[in-house]
């Protein structure tokens, strides 16, 4: 599913959700198991879409996020200046300059980061075990796109895009377990599988077909006991990216750890920031001369 590139720091009116929904030459909407997502090249002809690439290695080089820590790589989209100021922080430590303020203020270095950071390759949204039955469901952002990742009745992790296929309208709030995925607007219905299987009176409409509606569907992929999703069109191949992981990781069984808590907070202040880091930082490193000041 084609993902929109913000400017500005907003997304454009064709899709104010992030992706853009299909049209000729882009690829169709995921139907769930009886019709694969695909893409449609310039002569007609139809390519399937993977949602789990597993191994399979990308056809042709893709820049990736590893590819994107290049500042050369990616210095012509950032605003004027500043790929200047950030290449001055670059240098030894006794010599490097502290972060430009555009880093934290500017709304077009923050709509670039989200672009690069969580709209290219994967991103971790979990531990495996978060979706332990079949029906568990949970919502968030990613990049700015709203998804619902939900375990289908088969025991396979899918995420989708949370928005219907009718009004754009969001479908799911939070977690919780569901038998079905049902809109709240005008009551159009899914399966655990994308399928559009309900739509009030869209029979009196010539020509719907719902196998033609069902939800946008982005890659996931469980590894180690984690689970990884990909707003590309074509991720890379999911092993690649790991890389050496799970040789790093090896004297732990990640794969068959349990999660016993979960805790979420949001920061949205300075003294909430200093008060995270003071639970999390070593000793040596909480000064008692500390202040806000200084982060």
Known sequence: ???????GGKFPPE?????????????AVSKGTSDR???????????PHPMDVGNRSPEGKRPTLRAMSDLSTRSSHLPQGLADDLAACRAPAGEAATLPP???ADPEVHALEEAAIFRRGWIGVGRSDTWSANGDYRTFELGGVPIIVVRDDDGRLRAYGNSCSHRSSRILEGEGTCARIRCRFHFWTYGLD?????????????????????LTEFALSERHGFA????EEEPPAIDDWLGDF??????????????????????????????????VLPPALRAPGQHRRHL
Do not use: N
């Open 194 to 214: 994308g399928r559009l299987i309900g739509a009030p009176s869209m029979q009196r409409t010539p020509g719907f077909d719902t196998a033609e509606h069902g």
């Open 37 to 47: 997502p695909h893409t449609v090249g310039k002569d007609g002809s139809k390519r």
């Open 102 to 104: 555009a880093c934290y």
């Open 228 to 231: 990884l999703v990909s707003l």
């Open 1 to 7: 599913m084609p993902v929109c590139e913000p400017t």
């Open 246 to 279: 799970g040789d790093l990781h090896a004297d732990w069984p990640l794969s068959d750890v349990v999660t016993t808590r979960r805790r979420e907070f949001t920061v949205d202040c300075l003294e909430g920031l200093r008060r995270g880091l003071q639970r």
């Open 15 to 27: 899709c104010p959700q992030g992706y853009r929904q299909p049209g000729p030459g882009t690829p």
